[in-house]
């Protein structure tokens, strides 16, 4: 692993090599998990605009094992994307394992395993940070899930379950002792769901005792947030979720500030409404017709936001059912008829 730290400009730039096994991330700035949005096209675009990795959306063990129609589609990877991890959930070691050699088979680079969702929905089940309460158990899970694949897997996790148990580096040593490659933290415990701030500071605890790359995760917005949460934590990479959401540039934008120093200006209104139709046809193409435009919504407000006039847009895309008015009223909002507000 290489971390060369230096001063450009008066601001602190970076330049990063991270290995995770075999797999080599140049510029460690990567694409968080998340559910309903780092999806096929929205990992493509991503990646494109330059990313070191990026992940899927969490996949629950068993239906991927089930072979249910709706996770095999979430699963699904391109060559332009690779390397791309695929972020598991389950309870089960065999499950686990189970998902993990079926999308290594799938064309896989990396297995992420999901110590972190905070959704009621998955700590009921056990799942997901709820882990993060019994590690005896979550040992278990990390050492199937590394016997039963080749390539490298990774772990997510929190701070802890609640402040009485902030048990992430000790978490950390049981993973890197199974074999995990690389870590990832939110800095956040589970009760606090994505209420309050990200602690950065705290990931320095994690990173003093292990020695595989640790990469801090949580309320990573802007150029500020990637120096400071990078000074704090001491991590050796950055995770990026919501601050991408309608912003695909982003990442590729932290990576060239992290080599440079220099902080480049969002696309032009017309260039955002040019990469809001590809994405939104992208959409189209992968989930059809009907779910794709319905999909696509959430990221056409993501893109509108801070814009004149982005609530009526919004409200006027949501009532069409023809894409191809959708792709028209999108040309029309961003052709830069509406200035941005200021800043």
Same mark, same amino acid.
């Not at 990063?16 to 080599?24: A, E, F, L, S, Y």
């Given at each position: 692993?290489?971390?060369?730290?230096? =001063?450009?400009?008066?601001?602190?730039?970076?330049? !990063?090599t991270?290995?995770?096994?075999?797999?080599?991330?140049? &510029?460690?700035?990567?694409?968080?998990?998340? /559910?309903?949005?780092?999806?096929?096209?929205?990992?493509?675009?991503?990646?494109?605009?330059?990313?070191?990795?990026?992940v899927?959306?969490?996949?629950? /063990?068993?239906?991927?094992?089930?072979?249910? $129609?709706?996770?095999m589609?979430?699963?699904?990877?391109?060559?332009?994307?690779?390397?791309?991890?695929?972020?598991?959930?389950? #309870?089960?070691p065999?499950?686990?394992?189970?998902?993990?050699?079926m999308?290594?088979?799938?064309?896989?680079?990396?297995?992420?395993?999901?110590?972190?969702?905070?959704?009621?929905?998955?700590?009921?089940?056990? =799942?997901? =940070?709820?882990?993060? *309460? &019994?590690?005896?158990?979550a040992?278990?899970?990390?050492?199937?899930?590394?016997?039963?694949?080749?390539?490298?897997?990774?772990?997510? !996790?929190?701070?802890?379950?609640?402040?009485?148990?902030?048990?992430?580096?000790?978490?950390?040593r049981?993973?890197e002792?199974a074999?995990?490659?690389?870590?990832?933290?939110?800095? *956040?415990?589970?009760?606090?769901? #994505?209420?309050?701030?990200?602690?950065?500071?705290?990931?320095?605890?994690?990173? %003093?005792?292990?020695?595989?790359?640790?990469?801090? %995760?949580?309320?990573?917005?802007?150029?500020?947030?990637?120096?400071?949460?990078?000074?704090?934590?001491?991590?050796d990479?950055?995770?990026?979720?919501?601050?991408?959401?309608?912003?695909?540039?982003?990442?590729?934008?932290?990576?060239? #500030?992290?080599?440079?120093?220099?902080?480049?200006?969002?696309? =032009?209104?017309?260039?955002?409404?040019?990469?809001?139709?590809? $994405?939104?046809?992208? !959409?189209?193409?992968?989930f059809?017709? #009907?779910?794709?435009?319905?999909?696509?919504?959430?990221?056409?407000?993501?893109?509108?936001?801070?814009?004149?006039?982005s609530?009526?847009?919004? %409200?006027?895309?949501?009532?069409?059912?023809?894409? /191809?008015?959708?792709?028209?009223?999108?040309?029309?909002?961003? /052709?830069?008829?509406?200035?941005?507000?200021?800043?």
């Amino acid at each position: 692993m290489v971390c060369l730290r230096f =001063s450009h400009n008066d601001s602190v730039a970076y330049l !990063m090599t991270i290995n995770v096994g075999p797999v080599q991330i140049d &510029d460690p700035v990567i694409l968080a998990p998340m /559910s309903g949005v780092s999806d096929l096209p929205f990992r493509r675009l991503v990646k494109r605009w330059g990313a070191g990795l990026v992940v899927s959306e969490m996949i629950a /063990s068993q239906a991927m094992v089930n072979a249910n $129609h709706k996770t095999m589609k979430m699963t699904t990877n391109c060559a332009a994307e690779q390397p791309m991890a695929v972020q598991l959930a389950g #309870y089960e070691p065999e499950l686990m394992a189970q998902a993990a050699k079926m999308n290594e088979d799938r064309g896989a680079a990396i297995i992420d395993i999901n110590m972190g969702c905070p959704v009621k929905k998955v700590v009921n089940k056990q =799942s997901g =940070s709820a882990l993060m *309460r &019994d590690l005896d158990h979550a040992r278990r899970m990390i050492e199937a899930t590394v016997e039963a694949v080749d390539i490298p897997v990774t772990l997510k !996790m929190r701070k802890g379950w609640d402040d009485d148990s902030l048990n992430a580096p000790e978490l950390a040593r049981i993973a890197e002792d199974a074999g995990v490659r690389m870590l990832t933290v939110h800095g *956040r415990t589970r009760c606090q769901l #994505y209420n309050g701030t990200a602690d950065w500071q705290f990931i320095r605890n994690v990173c %003093n005792v292990v020695d595989i790359p640790v990469i801090v %995760n949580g309320d990573i917005r802007t150029f500020d947030d990637v120096d400071m949460a990078l000074e704090q934590s001491g991590a050796d990479g950055v995770m990026i979720g919501r601050g991408a959401t309608g912003r695909p540039w982003f990442l590729g934008h932290v990576m060239h #500030y992290l080599k440079t120093g220099e902080r480049l200006a969002p696309p =032009s209104a017309a260039e955002q409404g040019e990469i809001v139709c590809e $994405h939104v046809d992208h !959409m189209l193409s992968h989930f059809g017709g #009907y779910a794709g435009l319905r999909m696509a919504r959430k990221h056409i407000a993501w893109y509108s936001r801070g814009f004149n006039f982005s609530s009526e847009f919004r %409200n006027k895309i949501n009532t069409m059912d023809d894409a /191809s008015q959708v792709i028209s009223e999108i040309g029309a909002f961003f /052709s830069g008829a509406w200035l941005p507000k200021a800043a």
